[in-house]
């Protein structure tokens, strides 16, 4: 396989994904925008794999974000009833809490009935090789972008991490008081806060002021570009199946998942699993997620996920750091501290994924704002996260046929060594020196 000319690739990627900013807008999940970028890359896959395929499926996309307003309501309602009864306060903190506890801590989908119905679509191409197949190896990432977190635009991400860890460290404070409080009274708890439980109450009103900001963490208007989040990872491995179109293997199938929702819990990762799991060699299958390719001196396989409750497969993340050594590129095995991309999804059905990010993990002022745009994005990063995926499908498939030949000018650099190794020795016996 002829090596790329990595830093054109990475160009027109920059290119392609302003064409799709600009062309199809907004791209929320289950919105009109996602599914033309959607049929836009079935479309452009079919030129080069064997086999594309897009399914639809039913989305609920303000499930994973749209209980914040019903969920601070009831914190906050669970504040003013401490002073009146501790019982009623400590349910009122459980009702507000499940759908952080379920939904955005460990994506689940127990409340998709409860809101409007959307279509979103996943997309798979794959690449068959000549002979029977023995390994299939999928790269994976998610067309849709995310409505802005407005309380980062605006105050910076210190600010809404400290905005979300007071309103979490609040329900903590009068949870504790209200079990205290309850007690202290017995029975059910009810009776008009006084002395010592009256004053550390109102001392914990400061905890209102980040939970009533919590209203407007997340943006229900203005989407962003994700050009970073998450275009560069699926024009990566777009770019990849197309750079292989010619190059025929063996055993060896390569394949490409675009899915949808991925910004609003992996749901079409999930669904993409479930449709799935059992078509797939679990066994002989792997899959390498790529989100979020811009910030090269933060190249990171991710070990593990979905806040610290998922792990990644081992030797797939193996297989990625292997890469990044044999390119001489500073790779890091690291877990995710909060979040996670579709790497979770297919890890917590039993497939064999890891991820690969390249952003800073105190997320800058570009994640999830505005700032995601198609001018905002690293040539550079992209040119060696495209080298870095070729160099992933060599050491999976190892077969002949992409093993990467040498460019002209590697070709000319190696000769070049050569001949001075081989001048060495006479030289060395010439001055009469030894070894």
Known sequence: MTTADNSKVA???????????????????????????AEYFAQRLSACAS????????????AFMGWIAASVTCIL????????????????????????????????RMLDPLYKQEISSNVTAVKSCSQEPKRRLYFVANVDACFENSVKYRLGGVMQFVIIAAGFLGVAYFSALSIA?????????????????????????????????????????????????????CFVATKLLETLKDIETEHTEIGVILTGGGAVGLRGAKVWCETNAEKIDKENTAFIVLNNLRELSNLNVNSVEMNGFVKNDKDVAGLALKAAEALELKCSNRSIPFGATDSAAFSQSGFKSAGIVAIDRKLPDYYQTRYDSYDNMSEECIAKCFELVL????????????????????AASAGEEQSAAAEAPDSAAADGSEE
């Open 77 to 108: 309602l669970g504040i003013a009833a401490y002073f009146f009864s501790a019982l009623v306060a400590l349910l009122l903190f459980a009702v507000g809490m499940i759908p952080v506890l379920f939904e955005y801590i460990l994506y689940k």
């Open 11 to 37: 160009s027109e990627i920059c290119a392609d994904v302003k064409y799709v900013c600009k062309t199809f807008g907004n791209r929320n999940a289950g919105g009109e925008g996602e599914r033309a970028a």
């Open 181 to 233: 409080r309850w007690a202290i009274i017995g029975g059910i708890g009810a009776g008009i806060a006084q002395g010592a439980t009256l004053y550390a109450g109102a001392a914990g009103l400061i905890f209102a002021i980040p939970l009533f900001i919590s209203y407007f963490l997340k943006s229900t208007k203005k989407v962003v570009d994700g050009a970073n989040g998450n275009l560069s990872g």
């Open 391 to 410: 160099k992933i499908t060599e050491l999976y498939a190892d077969e002949p046929s992409l093993h990467i030949a040498p460019t002209k000018e590697e």
């Open 51 to 62: 086999e594309v395929k897009t399914e639809q499926f039913k989305l609920y996309p303000n």
